[in-house]
Structures are given as structure tokens and as C-alpha cells.
């Protein structure tokens, strides 16, 4: 069975940056793509960042373009969100998923999630 591990959230002041990471396991790291979704309170899980370990695709959502990079370590079977100029607007749940089949953006094709890590942004 697959398992996806997030850490690094916490409580941040506008403008800062943070690094939040995903630990896979269960499965050989490079039969799976990964992205990050968030979900703030009330609002829908919104699309942040989707990678393909294998050939270095990447894609972001519209709000976080320019301001946040996903990265991988295949060694370490790690996918990384690296946050820059934070707002209060980016504060949310932020979610680690994986899919078995091709899937970018749409929550409903990810086979497997994380319990998720809480990014706080004050003004």
C-alpha cells in the first residue's frame, strides 16, 4: 500500500517561504506522479503543483505560478513544494497526492493522498 507523508507546514509571516515535503512508500517511487493540492476552509481543493519524476514535467496552478517550484529527490523518494512570497491567501491544508495513471489537475484521478499539513499565513 501505497503512503504519502507530509511535514514542513507551520505558522509564517507574509512574505516568507517555506519548504514542505512528501515522503513516498509502498510502491517503487518512479511508478507514480505526484502533486500538491490545498484546501483552505469552506473552499474547494485547489490545484498547486503536479511533477513526473521520472522526465522532470511540471505544471502549477494559476495562483501559485511564479512564486512556488516542486522539486524531487529520486534517492530519497521525496517531492518537494518550495514556497516563496507568502500571502495570507495561501493559507490551507496542503496535501500530498499520487496517481498510478497520467493526471495533473483534477483531485478525482489521484489514487493516494496524505493526511496533509497545515500552512498558516499571517499579515
Known amino acids: 500500500q501505497v503512503q504519502l507523508v507530509e511535514s514542513g507546514g507551520g505558522l509564517v509571516q507574509a512574505g516568507d517561504s517555506l519548504r514542505l515535503s512528501c515522503v513516498a512508500s509502498g510502491r517503487t517511487f518512479t511508478d507514480l506522479v505526484y502533486s500538491w493540492f490545498r484546501q483552505a476552509p469552506g473552499k474547494e481543493r485547489e490545484f498547486v503543483a503536479y511533477i513526473n519524476v521520472i522526465v522532470n514535467t511540471i505544471y502549477y496552478g494559476d495562483s501559485v505560478r511564479g512564486r512556488f517550484t516542486i522539486s524531487r529527490d529520486n534517492a530519497k523518494s521525496t517531492v518537494y513544494l518550495y514556497m516563496k512570497n507568502l500571502t495570507p491567501e495561501d493559507t490551507a491544508v496542503y496535501y500530498c497526492?499520487?496517481?498510478?495513471?497520467?493526471?495533473?489537475?483534477?483531485?478525482?484521478?489521484?489514487?493516494?493522498w496524505g493526511q496533509g499539513t497545515q500552512v498558516t499565513v499571517s499579515s
Open positions: 497526492a499520487a496517481a498510478t495513471q497520467p493526471a495533473v489537475s483534477s483531485s478525482t484521478q489521484y489514487d493516494y
